[in-house]
């Protein structure tokens, strides 16, 4: 099935892989949140037994700089999405109220990217 949306992860490149995992893991959740189209349908194994569903799609998962990450930031907003992103304060935090008070400490010109994920419309295939 091709969806007519595509999800993008990027993490910075230098993470330890506990960190790759848990970023990855905050901003798959926050876009899921931000957009309910993302999630699938339950699961049922052959005994019954119901289970979570998953993100309907495939996520792209790419690495970059700092540098890549503000120019991937600066294009979401660009075209007026609304992105989940990570930044370096929030490793030293360990709640969520934390994490958004960080957050909104930063400048939007000055954010430490970790990450920074966004879902948009897919550009139409050339295939």
């Known amino acids: 099935m091709i969806y007519d ?7 910075r490149r230098d993470l330890a892989p506990w960190q790759i995992a848990n970023v ?3 901003l798959a959740g926050g876009l899921a949140a931000t957009h309910p189209v993302l ?3 339950p699961y049922r194994d ?4 119901d289970y979570s569903a998953l993100i309907r799609e495939p996520v ?3 690495g970059g700089t700092v540098e890549e990450l503000r120019r991937t930031h ?3 907003l ?11 304060a929030m490793f ?6 934390d994490n958004r008070a960080a957050f909104a400490a930063a400048p939007t010109d000055a954010l430490d990217f970790v990450a920074s994920a966004s879902m948009a419309r897919a550009r139409p295939s050339t295939r």
């Open 5 to 11: 949306t595509k999800t993008a992860l990027v993490l």
């Open 24 to 26: 990855a893991a905050f």
């Open 39 to 41: 999630k699938g349908e």
């Open 46 to 49: 052959g005994g019954g037994k």
């Open 60 to 62: 792209f998962v790419y």
């Open 74 to 76: 600066q294009r979401a």
């Open 78 to 88: 660009s075209r007026e999405l609304v992105p989940a992103v990570y930044i370096e």
């Open 92 to 97: 030293k935090t360990t709640n969520d109220a």
